[in-house]
């Protein structure tokens, strides 16, 4: 069965009722079609986005309390996560952390990642399986 990981973004969105997240990849979502997952490091950065305002202001509790309404699992980092970041190939024009580690967690941990980052089809090189958004 295949299972999805959010990313950062695509969390976001759905999280705020935001159309940009399409309306097929929601319902998946809402009647928990299948396994979907985001990553302990996407809440680490949705709130690194509150605390410069660039997104609305949520009790991280919240967050987490929406995230299980929809049945989603947070991912939390291992070690092997980042041993696998390391060994990622770094392009010039992309060194997220944050979208590093989205990346390997899904192709460790065979997932789909579900992004709007324009320069993530660089890795399907290293293996990963990406739905553009």
């Known amino acids: 069965m295949t299972r999805y990981l959010l990313d ?18 929601r319902e998946m ?6 396994p979907f997952y985001v990553s302990i490091v996407s809440i680490m950065e949705i709130a690194q986005l509150m605390t410069i305002g660039k997104i ?22 291992e070690i092997k996560q980042l041993e696998s970041m390391r060994m990622l190939p770094i392009y010039s024009n992309h060194t997220d952390p944050f979208d590093r580690i989205l990346i390997v967690t899904a192709i460790l941990y065979k997932m789909t ?13 290293s293996k990963l399986i990406l739905i553009e958004i």
């Open 56 to 77: 609305k202001t949520y009790p991280i509790e919240t967050i987490q309390s929406e995230l299980i309404k929809y049945g989603i699992t947070i991912v939390d980092m």
């Open 113 to 125: 990642l579900i992004s709007s980052d324009t320069k993530l089809p660089l890795y399907r090189k």
């Open 29 to 34: 979502v809402e009647y928990q079609t299948y």
């Open 8 to 25: 950062t973004q695509a969390t976001v969105y759905l999280l705020t009722g935001d159309k940009k997240l399409p309306q097929n990849i």
